[in-house]
């Protein structure tokens, strides 16, 4: 069974990349020691969430609150040691990756607040904590369970994580997620774990361009690829418009009957990913205001369900979609055409 290690970047793309003789050994290098460090973060994950569960079954989560949620920046310096440096001022740094830090995770909470009347990633308004310049060339970003961390990448193979707006809105909803479903990481329950932070991290990215579906490219991770990568034909990570594209370093199946139980999250996301996708390009507009609105109600209104498979979730978000949308029977047609579109 995969534990959540809630990443941008699977750990096996980072082990291809490792054994690519094309690359020099100095970004191979990188990237292996990427997945090792990867390892550790996911094991300080694994211990996050076992108290997050503890508190919230004794009840002692926090309670809501009407301020805004704060929003903490600190530098690791390249150490490996969390959470850093706090940096007191970060909106007003001179290091662009602490002010992207900073300002596009603002940016996510006021997205969610005003989007989908959400205080923060528990609804309670949490802090919101990431540690920048984490390690040495490390190519990831990552929700830890607690906080976020970002790499500032090797330079080639990646460029500085904070640089993609949807990396931010991905590894945050991460959060939400835990503190929503709270799904297990594996079998569908991962893909869908992925999926929701694909969702709404491509939605973040949409909504800040104001972008309507047809002038979004449905694209994750394109603006963290170094020159190396796509020399080689890459243009981004993942694709939720075509999730088979060859020019995705995480190339996914497309077909829920395509899926298998002990297949990484990172790729057991494609379906999901295109039923959403299919579903919001097919009423138009802009992904936030219909079926986005779905699938925030639906990844909400269930509460904890670890094991929740992706044939529930869709007809979860049908029957959502025709209570929230009564009078317009086009969001649920939407959303019904995306899910049959991947077999379900």
Known sequence: ????????????????????????????????????????????????????????????????????????????????????????????????????????????????????GRNSLDNAGISLISSVHYGVKYNNAMWNGSQMVYGDGDGNLFLDFTLGNDVVGHELTHGVTQYTLDLEYSGDAGGLNESLSDCFGSMFRQWQAGQTVDQADWLIGADILGPAARERGYTCLRSMVNPADRKALARQPTRYSDLTPDMDPHYSSGPPNLAFCTACVVLGGKSWESVGQVWYRAMTALGARPSLDMPDFAEKTRQTAEQMYPSQPAVLAAVDKGWRTVGL
């Open 1 to 116: 069974m995969y534990r959540c290690t809630c990443s941008i970047v699977p750990r096996d793309v980072l082990e291809r990349l490792a054994g690519d003789e094309r690359f020099g050994a100095e970004l191979r290098k990188a990237a292996s020691d990427s997945a090792r460090v990867s390892d550790v973060l996911r094991r300080m994950r694994n211990e996050s969430r076992a108290l997050l569960m503890h508190d919230m079954a004794m009840g002692t989560r926090p309670k809501p609150r009407i301020s805004e949620p704060k929003v903490q920046v600190y530098n690791c310096r390249n150490t490996t040691a969390l959470p850093g440096r706090l940096v007191t001022s970060p909106r007003r740094s001179a290091d662009r990756t602490i002010k992207r830090a900073f300002e596009d995770t603002t940016s996510v909470a006021t997205f969610y607040r005003e989007v989908f």
